[in-house]
């Protein structure tokens, strides 16, 4: 399964924080990860590694967020982002951030549920 395609899968999990060398360096000794750090227009985006498949990555809180604590949040793939936050509001769901185009890596968008839980759904526009 390629779980970069297949709707409903978990297929990214990502770090927001406050030091992302400090975190870098913890997640790196406690599992091994490799990472590697790219150069983006906000800051600083790494990915981690494990072996030679990208698993999940990290950022620095953004200044608009402050405020926000630390928190990994995960991703799951959808067929169309714009119709899953539609089904998400008449399931009584609520849009957090609505879709928006991620340059080279998708359409996205922040979900949450009736009891509150946040997460991510993403139409990946990757090469595959």
């Known amino acids: 399964m390629d779980v970069y395609k297949s709707h409903g ?10 030091d992302p060398a400090a975190a870098r360096e913890f997640y790196s000794k406690l599992f091994g990860w490799g990472s590697k750090e ?5 800051g600083a985006y790494t990915t981690f590694q494990v072996g030679d498949t990208s698993v999940g990555g990290m950022m ?3 200044a608009g967020a402050a405020g926000m604590p630390p928190m990994w949040g ?7 982002v714009d119709s899953t936050v539609k089904q998400v509001e008449a399931l009584g ?3 957090v951030m609505a879709p928006w185009e991620v ?3 998708g359409r996205m968008a922040v979900i ?6 946040s997460l991510s759904v993403i139409t990946y526009s990757m090469p595959g």
């Open 93 to 95: 769901g609520k849009v």
């Open 103 to 105: 340059p080279g890596v």
């Open 74 to 80: 995960v991703y799951v793939t959808v067929r169309d």
């Open 60 to 62: 620095k809180i953004p």
């Open 9 to 18: 899968a978990f297929s990214w999990s990502e770090l927001m924080t406050s």
């Open 38 to 42: 790219m150069p983006m227009p906000d």
């Open 112 to 117: 949450q549920d009736p009891q509150g839980a």
